[in-house]
């Protein structure tokens, strides 16, 4: 985070759980006289002063805000060190070498909204045991789970931003259970450890959206490539936000009895992406009696993610497959009692063969639980530029990835033919409103083809143009265009005898 000003600008969020958490923990700052604090990442130092400074008795003797950006902290000396009891020091929370000073010298350690950025929580944990006094206290806060850690993951795997990215498994946090972070502090030597979790969610325009993602940029990236660097990050939150997650908790939570059948034993999530899904929303649905959940993908890059990010529970683990594939591993014929996928199958374009190769995996007497898009504009729009001479050498994979709309009775008959007992299904609409910026921007990141950078906006461009010209666009009150995005999520379970 190397840009103070446009942080405090677009910190809202900060602000909010700061107060929160700071309300709600008032007696931790009271009836300690003379005391020195330390806060743990202070950023640009609005906090630590505006928020944590009034809080101190009175007798407060120090309060030292430490950040590993230096200027953050050149701004914090500037703009919030008014009172000669407030200073800011460069310091780096994963430090070897912890400055003499600081060791069981601080009364209060807080650190709010910043243990998000640190790869290593358990060596931060250390250095700041190290540096509390017997008997002191600390409060920390911080993003437990949220789409961040898969977001910057996205970008990586992107090879024209990786060699800019060297630190990100430094500075890139892991989506942690409550169990394992509690255990986390009790091995360090913390005690007394009390924790809560809130859920929160916020909604931004595209511009303090992009203004939010550009202040949190912990990456090296040459100033040029800058905005195309933020954009291809908040392409991630087009593609793989709250329309995804919606859809999988209402499957999930909708079809507890499938997860919850004692002889789960062996659990299979096909087109398991980056691992969240399967680790945080299928696992904890499913019988403590489950043996083994195992994720499968066809890209290398996810299964790699997954296995370093969603693997903390023995009972999981990330295997690379096409399951399209002509030969399917020994081990996986017939070995499943549950078969899982969440919103994979609208990038598979043969049906029929990824259907019966999950026959082949599941087990006589075992179920699946599938859903996916069935009906959107995509496949229209993409047969649309693919009839254009133009376009179509660079869509040589249009008839593997782009999946045809399909009926409710065409899927169960499907199923039926190649030998799938009690079909049953639903189907379900939702339609999504957004401005033309975000359109064009989700438009622009579903893009499955191998076009030439020179031509990839004139390409987007002719996708836009189907939508705009096939009844998807009216306007709002203000007379501004608002595109309506629909689709029919089907979901289907059955069983083999």
Not at 62 to 84: F, T, V
Not at 117 to 130: E, P, W, Y
Not at 433 to 445: D, L, Q, R, V, W
């Amino acid at each position: 985070m190397e840009k103070p000003e446009l942080y405090i600008k677009t910190s809202s969020l900060a602000k909010l759980n700061a107060e929160y958490v700071l309300d709600q923990h008032l007696e931790f700052f009271q009836n300690i006289d003379n005391c020195v604090v330390l806060d743990v990442g202070c950023g640009p130092g609005n906090i630590t002063h505006e928020k944590i400074f009034p809080l101190l008795p009175k007798t407060k003797k120090k309060l030292i805000g430490i950040d590993i950006s230096r200027d953050n902290i050149e701004y914090a000396r500037k703009h919030h060190q008014i009172d000669p009891r407030i200073s800011y020091e460069e310091m780096d929370i994963l430090t070897d070498d912890i400055p003499n000073e600081y060791i069981g010298t601080f009364d209060i350690i807080v650190s709010l909204f910043c243990f998000h950025f640190i790869g290593d929580h358990r060596k931060a944990l250390k250095n700041i045991h190290k540096m509390l006094k017997p008997g002191g206290k600390v409060l920390i806060n911080f993003m437990k789970k949220s789409l961040l850690p898969n977001m910057y993951q996205y970008v990586y795997n992107k090879p024209k931003w990786t060699k800019y990215m060297s630190n990100f498994n430094e500075v890139v946090f892991i989506n942690q259970p409550d169990d394992s972070l509690k255990e986390l502090f009790e091995e360090v030597g913390f005690w007394q450890v009390q924790y809560e979790e809130q859920e929160s969610n916020y909604l931004y325009n595209s511009d303090y959206g992009f203004g939010i993602v550009q202040s949190l940029n912990m990456f090296d990236v040459p100033k040029d490539l800058e905005r195309e660097f933020i954009e291809d990050h908040l392409e991630y939150y087009e593609v793989n936000g709250v329309l995804a997650k919606n859809d999988a908790d209402y499957v999930l939570n909708k079809y507890l009895s499938v997860l919850q059948t004692n002889n789960n034993n062996i659990v299979l999530d096909v087109g398991c992406g980056p691992g969240n899904v399967t680790y945080e929303k299928l696992l904890p649905l499913l019988p403590t009696s489950t043996k083994q959940i195992i994720g499968v993908d066809i890209s290398n890059n996810n299964i790699e993610y997954a296995r370093q990010h969603y693997q903390m529970d023995p009972k999981v683990s990330y295997e690379q497959l096409d399951i399209l594939t002509d030969t399917i591993p020994n081990k996986y014929v017939e070995a499943f009692d549950l078969i899982v996928s969440l919103y994979c199958f609208h990038l598979v374009g043969d049906h029929r063969k990824a259907f019966t190769n999950i026959y082949k995996m599941l087990k006589p007497g075992g179920k699946v639980l599938i859903s996916f898009i069935s009906k959107s504009l995509i496949p229209d729009m993409y047969q649309y530029v693919y009839e254009n001479p133009k376009w179509t050498k660079y869509m040589s994979n249009f008839k593997d990835v782009v999946f045809k709309p399909q009926t409710d009775e065409f899927t169960k008959k499907l199923f039926d033919e190649i030998g799938f007992v009690q079909v049953r299904s639903e189907e379900r609409e939702n339609t999504y409103t957004y401005n033309k910026e975000y359109a064009y921007g989700i438009i622009k990141s579903l893009n499955l083809f191998d076009v030439p950078k020179d031509l990839e906006k004139e390409f987007i461009e002719n996708q836009f143009e189907y939508v705009e010209n096939s009844g998807y666009v009216d306007a709002d009150d203000n007379g501004k265009k608002q595109y309506h995005f629909s689709h029919t999520l089907f979901v289907i379970t059955a069983g083999k005898f």
